[in-house]
DNA sequence: TCTGGGGTCCTAGGACCC
DNA sequence: TCTGGGGTCCTAGGACCC
């Protein structure tokens, strides 16, 4: 059996840990540039806001009805998402963080020493005394199973945190009960073309044959089809290193000279080679991205990418950069309102089996990682950006992210630690 | 005025080979 | 001028996830 734990409403959950008086008020946490509502609470949802929807649209709702905005602070969630994720490691042996705000446990075995269902009460009773954080659970032999009952357990009081399906009468009712779109591995698109098979439900879906889902499906609908009657089909292990890395943003505003965009660029590439290095990988391709404003027509729309290759895959913040800043250049156009540029890195690999390249152009390599290792030193205890390129450091910083809402590192920063007043 | 960011996997079709 | 059969690799775009 699987165990899934979901936090309910993560985002506005861990605000309101450090925010105590917002216990039952409708919270809101905005994206990046603070342009969409990326998760809210049940008391905004209430109010007729939704996920995704942009802020400028909600706005009134949220004056009208004292909704409580924070800007997205992702270090903030990260750094209590792995609070709990060390609290499931110390009650379960194999633990899967799937997401910032869900894991898997295998409870194979643990049904011989405990009630399942009371076992996972207990861990989740835990979860809320040590980080304030509600959790919703659900048990089945399926991840896809599990994921379905964790719905049930986040929307009926009754579970108390914890909806088991262990047999065939609890699956066929739960799959019954659900909408389509409730399934995980079923999108838009899935649930359209079910909805125009005459396949209303999830339940209906399970019990068409095999033959009919392989011919009308394809592998992932197979593989659901699977889950959904019971049998895991989803595979346990953890993906261990990334096959892309990417960073990119909107600005606030609309940038046209070249300097910015250079600066964000060059950022963007920065912060790329550092995620690289903190998991020990080298890249062999960097792609850069820049775009204007899709949304406005009464103005020329430009987009463009390229990418370059590395014969020696590289780590190196300054190669990458200075590599990225070359394809900026060249695909540059000027009269045009950029809206969003970014930096994708690729083909990547562990950085201890680096094939040598006899003609590399860069020829004191260990020196330049001695370097990059020097930086990282840096940036790590003094804070991120404390040493940086020269060209990110253009003056009218018009290109920078707005983040008007955003709560402290209180996790993090010990500078930033929270006050409490007597 | 204002509309996010970061990922994975699959598949069809093109380009190329013999 | 017409033309088969079998294969690989790459890529853009689609679909999905959080």
Redesign the pocket.
Known sequence: MYALIDCNSFFCAVEKVFHPGLSGKPVCVL???D??V?ALTPEAKALGIRR?D???KVKDIVERNDVRVFSGNMRLYAAMSRRIVQILRKSVAHVEN?????SFCCLDGYERLYDLAEFMRGIARKIALYTDIPVSVGIAPTKTLA?AGSLFAKRHAGYQGVCMIDTEEKRRKALSMLPLSD?????????EKLNLYGVPTPLALADKSASWVKSHL???GYCTWLELNGVPCIDTSE?VR?????????F???VEDLASLKASVASFAFSCAN?LRAQQAVASSVTVFLCS?R??DDQEQYENADTAFFITPTSDSLEITASALRMLERMYKPGIQY??T?V?LGRISPSDSVQQDLFDSIPNRPQRMALMKAIDALNCRYGPKTVSLVVEDNQKRDWH?KSEFRSPDYLTNINEILTVKI
């Open positions: 994206s990046s540039n342009g969409c990326v995704g942009p802020v400028f799937y997401s910032i705000d869900e994921k399934i995980w591995g079923v999108g838009r698109r899935t649930r394809q592998k992932n993906v990334n096959q892309s890395i990417c960073t990119s943003h909107s606030a505003r609309n995620k404003n949304f406005r809206k969003k970014g994708v992210v």
